[in-house]
């Protein structure tokens, strides 16, 4: 990304570089925050190619999924890579397309994947088979050799909270518990729920300690409370984003998209 901004002036890098910081600080928890300062970013560089994915992956966590397959195509005609593919695939899914998503797990872009874009793919063409109630479908597609292997990857405990969550859908509840089980066990930095579902399957309930102190406070204490007010700093706000543009298309203009044809060159529609 670095080297894509140095093409910039150097005082228009550093704008878009501190947009593209917020954008990667806010997504997880404030999905709507990051695509404000995607839209900036994107006002700023709509030719960067880091800025188109950074505006995709914004839009997309804010299920604005055209915007989001808008600015990925943009980015993959630039860069030429196929490493996009899952995502926009699952964005033709949240566009209500899962035929076309399994169109794109069959195509030959997959092929040029690493490992963990495969496993990707293989998720959303499951997801896309559920999308259909195709489940008996989705079950046999996440069925692989990187479903039963016994090395924990990076992508091993969401495949196997797939498979689990679609065998329990199926009614194989059996089965769903001993996968749930697995994903709990290479589920390391909590990325899934499948603690929560396995416990669920058991009939284990969560009892909340602190409601519980709480009441027993409540209880003890027959006087009134005394409520002390003490002043909290008040947090120091982000320079607000300009006005953003007012619809979708101003991001994605067509002025913008042909001159990025001319250099890179035409990438098929997506769309059915």
């Known amino acids: 990304m670095k080297q894509e901004l140095q093409s910039l002036p150097k005082g228009l890098a550093e704008d878009v570089s501190r947009n593209l910081v917020m954008v990667a600080r806010l997504i997880d928890e404030d999905p709507e925050g990051a695509y404000g300062y995607s839209r900036v970013a994107l006002r700023l560089a709509s030719r960067v190619a880091a800025v188109r994915e950074a505006a995709g992956f914004a839009a997309y966590a804010s299920q604005k999924y055209s915007e989001a397959l808008a600015e990925f195509r943009a980015a993959r005609r630039m860069t030429g890579n196929v490493d996009l593919w899952p995502v926009m695939a699952d964005c033709e899914r949240g566009l209500g397309r899962p035929e076309k998503a399994l169109d794109m797990a069959g195509a030959p872009e997959v092929q040029k994947l690493d490992k963990a874009g495969q496993v990707e793919m293989r998720l959303v063409a499951a997801g896309a088979r559920r999308d ?9 597609t996440l069925q692989s050799p990187e ?26 509840e059996g089965e769903a518990r001993e996968w749930f089980a697995k994903a709990v066990e290479s589920d390391k930095d909590g990325s899934t729920d499948a603690s929560d579902r396995l416990a669920e399957l058991d ?5 909340d300690a602190l409601v519980e102190d709480d009441g027993d406070s409540d209880n003890d204490n027959d006087g009134d409370v005394e409520v002390v007010n003490s002043e909290v700093p008040e947090a120091k706000s982000v320079p607000e984003a300009e006005a953003e543009p007012e619809s979708a298309e101003d991001s994605v203009d067509d002025d913008g998209l042909d001159d990025v044809d001319d250099v890179d060159g035409d990438e098929g529609d997506l769309k059915s």
Request: net charge negative; aromatic share 10%.
């Open 147 to 172: 479903l039963a292997s016994n090395s924990v990857q990076p992508w091993t405990a969401r495949l196997r909270y797939a498979y689990a969550d679609a065998l329990l859908a199926a009614g194989r």
């Open 132 to 140: 259909m109630d195709q489940l008996d479908a989705a079950i046999v």
């Open 203 to 207: 009939g284990v309930e969560f009892v």
